[in-house]
């Protein structure tokens, strides 16, 4: 097996510095989508299905013109996903447009024009919207990403003619009546055999947040991300996804890589229930992904499975039958519903989509290895790479009076993010105090962890025996005080470089505490460097722990 993984920021922040210094040979990168504005373009509707195509702009900030004519043409994907209600999905994508004479413009760099059949080296190329309408385009099918070859001659779409091969999304995915609260953004791929022989086909996607205001109305809502996948958008807007990347290293020949992202994000209920979501992004993968495994420790019950893929239309041939969900002792997995012996045309994660998956379980989270089985023979048959999944131990304890605003107010409404305390000077979203080992006296194992509070200042863990104010606390300096009652002052620490600090001692003898007690814990930290309310100091949120004997 050929297998690679890493994080997803460090993969793409640490390749796309040395392609800004001048990616070796062709290179091709999504500049711009929707132009700087809004060319984006809506075609109307059929059978509750919306049909749109958006402005792309291309550049090279490689070494060497890329080929742009025959069959050595870029083709160019578009996408649509939405976040609601915490979980992300691809929700559209069209068919393929086929690149045609590079206009060799300006606006990435020092251009060093060609004629129309290449891209020279710091030149940009624009298709506005309606140029790049899909129904004119080709199918995904007969594209490798991996390579950038694709077949000629290619069918014309089928369809409705309002909606065949454009980006088509439903109506009932993208209409804000119904969707309050969602997030919206536009993805746009370049595919080239060029640019993938070289090796740099890991950059050529971008994505844009959109500003939906009606099914017939939607615009660029800030810049485009470059170079940057639409699963970095998810982290995006909520910092504590976590996502990685996992690599089939020469899966088209040497130095062409079949690229997968993975996502995932966990959701504590606070009642002994977490809710794991996960995203797995194919980027350029041709074998694709047949199967999605998460180990899971036996005896944990799995509730609210949850499986969504994006339609493919117009006349693609893959079958879009849901993926079957299977937990067995020691993991689970979803799986396509027929191998590839059975059906090369099964509903295997192609490139250029995004399938999303989610479960609620009994067991606290931690960082675990997941499993991506390629669907297709060829290089290797397994890819895995970090994520946050089940961890089995029961859990140490239940946080509460968060400075999210669910209790009382933060005294300068500098709230945080749920589970958390309010922001402070160094993290807007706030310190989390959280804990590991084992509530039992006779063992006291539990070490206290405060994470993101002000950077290198000093700061004590306490202790008390009741909840200030029910439970939903009091002003104190920037943040709440959660933890009253008679107080135990148990540990002082200085946090480190990122905020971070924990307990070196017997939690359970510093404090007293005997079998049966509840007792409630924080974090007090100073916090003198952009102290958000003045207050020069804050608080995590509170921490609740039933000791065992």
């Given amino acids: 097996?050929?297998?690679?993984?890493?994080?997803?920021?460090?993969?793409?922040?640490?390749?796309?510095?040395?392609?800004?210094?001048?990616?070796?040979?062709?290179?091709?990168?999504?500049?711009?989508?929707g132009q700087e504005g809004d060319d984006f373009h809506y075609y109307g509707q059929s059978g509750g299905i919306a049909a749109y195509s958006m402005g792309t702009t291309s550049c090279n900030p490689g070494t060497v013109p890329v080929e742009w004519t025959n069959q050595d043409h870029p083709v160019i994907g578009q996408n649509i996903f939405r976040l609601k209600d915490g979980r992300f999905e691809q929700i559209g994508q069209s068919w393929l447009k086929h690149g045609f004479c590079a206009v060799n413009e300006g606006g990435c760099g020092s251009c060093q024009q060609t004629d129309c059949d290449t891209l020279g080296i710091g030149c940009a190329d624009t298709y506005w919207a309606t140029l790049n309408d899909g129904a004119g385009g080709g199918p995904k099918y007969l594209v490798n990403a991996t390579t950038g070859l694709h077949s000629h001659p290619y069918p014309s779409p089928s369809g409705p003619s309002a909606i065949r091969g454009r980006l088509q999304v439903a109506v009932s995915d993208i209409d804000p009546a119904q969707n309050p609260g969602a997030v919206y953004f536009?993805?746009?791929?370049?595919v080239s055999a060029h640019d993938a022989g070289a090796g740099n086909a890991w950059n050529n996607n971008s994505y844009r947040r959109l500003d939906v205001v009606s099914v017939s109305d939607i615009n660029g809502g800030g810049p485009t991300n470059v170079t940057a996948p639409a699963v970095l958008a998810w982290r995006e807007v909520d910092p504590l996804v976590m996502v990685s990347s996992a690599t089939n290293t020469d899966e088209g020949g040497s130095g062409r890589p079949g690229i997968f992202n993975i996502g995932s994000r966990v959701t504590n209920h606070n009642n002994a229930s977490w809710t794991y979501d996960y995203v797995v992004h194919n980027l350029t993968s041709t074998q694709s992904a047949g199967s999605f495994t998460i180990p899971i420790p036996s005896g944990m019950n799995v509730t609210n499975t949850y499986f969504h893929d994006v339609p493919y239309h117009s006349g693609e041939i893959y079958n879009g039958a849901d993926w079957i969900w299977n937990q067995q002792s020691g993991s689970a997995s979803w799986a396509t519903t027929q191998t590839y012996q059975q059906d090369p045309n099964a509903n295997a994660i192609r490139w250029g989509t995004m399938y999303t998956f989610s479960f609620t379980c009994d067991s606290a989270p931690q960082t675990v290895t997941g499993e991506i089985g390629l669907f297709a023979p060829g290089s290797g048959s397994v890819l895995t790479f970090n994520i946050v999944g089940p961890g089995g131990l029961p859990p140490v304890g239940s946080p509460f009076c968060a400075g999210d605003g669910s209790g009382t107010f933060c005294p300068c409404l500098n709230f945080g993010l749920t589970d958390r305390g309010c922001e402070n000077g160094s993290y807007w979203q706030?310190?989390?105090?959280?804990?590991?080992?084992?509530?039992?006296?006779?063992?006291?194992?539990?070490?206290?962890?405060?994470?993101?509070?002000?950077?290198?200042?000093?700061?004590?863990?306490?202790?008390?025996?009741?909840?200030?104010?029910?439970?939903?606390?009091?002003?104190?300096?920037?943040?709440?005080?959660?933890?009253?009652?008679?107080?135990?002052?148990?540990?002082?620490?200085?946090?480190?470089?990122?905020?971070?600090?924990?307990?070196?001692?017997?939690?359970?003898?510093?404090g007293g505490v005997s079998g049966g007690d509840v007792r409630y814990y924080q974090f007090w930290y100073r916090d003198p460097v952009g102290s958000p309310c003045g207050g020069g100091f804050n608080t995590s949120n509170g921490f609740r722990v039933v000791w065992a004997p």
């Fill in 1 to 33: 097996m050929m297998l690679k993984t890493a994080t997803l920021a460090s993969f793409f922040a640490g390749t796309f510095l040395c392609a800004t210094a001048a990616a070796q040979g062709p290179d091709i990168t999504t500049l711009k989508i």
């Fill in 186 to 190: 536009a993805e746009a791929q370049y």
């Fill in 430 to 510: 706030g310190c989390q105090l959280d804990g590991d080992g084992t509530a039992s006296v006779s063992s006291d194992t539990v070490v206290l962890t405060a994470d993101r509070a002000a950077k290198n200042q000093p700061g004590l863990f306490f202790q008390g025996d009741q909840e200030v104010n029910a439970g939903r606390g009091a002003i104190f300096g920037d943040g709440l005080r959660c933890a009253g009652g008679t107080v135990v002052r148990l540990q002082i620490v200085n946090t480190d470089a990122y905020g971070d600090g924990e307990t070196t001692i017997a939690i359970g003898a510093t």
